[in-house]
DNA sequence: CATGAATGAGGCTTCATTCAT
DNA sequence: GATGAATGAAGCCTCATTCAT
């Protein structure tokens, strides 16, 4: 099973052809961010990037290229940030502690993710089911939190409830950045966090029992 | 206050301009469904509506004008919908029928919301506002069946669970047409309905609660 | 069977697109003589017509299909220019006549000639049986001509003399533009004519025969 | 009076210089066969020759070149071809001999002969005066088996006629490769050459006496 | 000598918008 | 009011050529 759809690129040597797509990607999010993907052109890419236009389609074969590969290390960096949450505990404070971590790396790749989500409607039939197998790897590392949880009997949660608790984190955390402009005006990342949290486990554990826990995080 | 963005129309005369927009904006639904705004052209947007090109831009400016018209129709269509949604109970039960009624409405017009979150992006900052507006109202409608169920001593909630609440039902509600690739294979819109309902009012209300409770809608 | 390959128009107005085809046709005659089909560009083209780059594409969606546009209306012209010497005669002057007629409007039309015979391998596999048909329909009326002797008894050949006359008469028409260079210096068309018509005849009839005739046109 | 147009080669050494530019002449006739000189790359060249672009420019200083060697290289080919037919006989069997053996050439050389007609018009002014020149020179060769015929009183032709026949019997040869979609599919190259050899002969001795000689080859 | 990454001019094509009819 | 032909700026991409290693 392909796990990643290659970009060709017509220069040879690896460690450069990664050097420049990086640049790239540095160059194409920040403008994608401003102006959007269909708004930015080639050459501005080019530029942003440091190279010219023609280096620039040494390394990819198509402006849909950029896309993808913008999608592909945004997912990535996500990705990685989120495997530290990786702790393999299995209590409900270290679920809320995970989630925790999850909101703060949404919130400092805001910008990333909203581009992603934004633009990745414009990749092709093709370069779509990539991306959309990374966005279900990163809902199942937040299930992965919650059934630990239910494994060691700290919570009691079918297989239904589980899945659409890991849905609703994964969005909440997205929603921090998509609606920020209704969001972070009235709360602080912190703020945002704690309410989530308690809402969310008020309704796990029960609402009486989290308000005698006290603080969240 | 204005309350809304005029679009210019050399036409004068309003009946016809109402209606010649009404087929335009029609036509532009279908077409940005498919290809997104920036992939579809004037003219086919034109066709679509059936009139030519010259007429099209008897009735707008710009490109982005149809972008806005959309935008403010599709809003308009999801807001009457939700304004039957205001039947003035304040009961725990009136307010699950009230978020039951939403998902269904968002589930009816998934294409058109879909559409319009994609694009909205696009908006001039000219435009923008007018769109987050009524964007806020729509939340408003639902924060208001929350803040009846608490004024009725029903729900105990405090100013910013009651907002963030409100915020995560309305974001559940998109969700559902967003994430349907994940969502719509796994569950009918009803296990949908009744899963959120359910986990969001073993939140608010105790987890054993609900449980004693049983169906939710 | 198919006898034309249709070039896309935008434009609906059929005698508009006729007239501009015609501007664009000439004009690029007149550039693919000087530069070929190959260092032409489409903006030279469409100043050449006399019309904007963007109305050139209303006219046509390539520029390949300027060049097959351009080939087809050359043949046309040959072929109209070869109907007139259909004189139904069947005599071995009424041949003569005929190919002295060819040879001259060879002559009259070899920049068209040779533009459509350097540049017609650069149409795509699409259109290449369209004009390789209308090639073969040109061979055809010369090889009539001789038919014609052949069934009054003027001149006695079997069925692969014929043809194989009909393509070597064709053939030396092209020749006398193709080889310029090296003709056209050293004859008059009047006495190119003269002279394949003599090496051809006194192969047909005997040379003898021809020489006693004496002048051949 | 130079005799070749000299192509610059940054690389020093002549045996060298010979090697490479016999690897790219045979990559680049392959690649002008499939696509012409225009659509083909030099990158795809220098590939097709086996080294890298940046090599490929040690031996020329311009694609153009390329073309220039090509063509250059293909006459030296049919020239030397040619000149095994140099048999000093001066009979009219000698000649048909020579005839036949110049088809059987082009007929072996056609992917070859067609390449360089095609493209040599691409030649810059100042390549095209050396091309002419060869193309002289093998009507020459023609030629001067057909004088040796008149000159030892087999046949009786003027200065006309005889370069005429030369030019005539040259195209006829480039015939079978240029119209091979006609002619091929219809004939054999021996039926070719007893057929054309038969048209021209008849013409030259006269009709009866060939016929009575019978075969031709 | 060989390599291949870098360059950027320039080619083809699209499409929002205008305006004469 | 309606039409659709005309416009040209601007976008994407290619490829001959150079030059540092």
Redesign the pocket.
């Known amino acids: 099973m392909e796990n990643k759809r290659e970009v060709h690129a ?4 690896e460690r ?1 052809v990664e050097k ?1 797509r990086d640049q790239m990607i540095r160059g194409a999010v920040s403008l994608f961010k401003q102006k959007g993907f269909h708004r ?4 501005e890419i080019a530029k942003a990037a440091g ?5 620039l ?2 390394y990819i ?4 290229d950029v896309l993808y590969l913008v999608c592909d290390s945004i997912y990535e960096q996500v990705r990685l940030e989120l495997e530290e949450l990786d702790t393999d505990e299995g209590t409900v404070d270290g679920l809320k502690v995970g989630i925790a971590h999850y909101f703060q790396v949404m919130d400092r790749m805001q910008d990333e993710v909203l581009v992603m989500y934004q633009e990745a409607k414009s990749l092709s039939k093709d370069a779509l089911p990539y991306v959309l197998r990374k966005e279900l790897e990163m809902v199942a590392m937040v299930e992965k939190l919650i059934v630990r949880c239910v494994e060691t009997g700290e919570l009691e949660l079918d297989e239904h409830q589980i899945h659409m608790l890991a849905q609703n984190v994964f969005v909440q955390g997205q929603m921090w950045g998509f609606r920020r402009w209704a969001l972070q005006k009235r709360y602080s990342l912190q703020e945002y966090i704690d309410l989530q949290v308690e809402l969310l486990f008020s309704g796990i554990t029960g609402f009486e029992k989290q308000r005698r826990t006290g603080g969240v995080v």
């Open positions: 017509s220069v040879k040597d450069l420049r930015t052109t080639t050459r190279f010219s236009i023609g280096t389609y040494e074969r198509t402006k849909e």
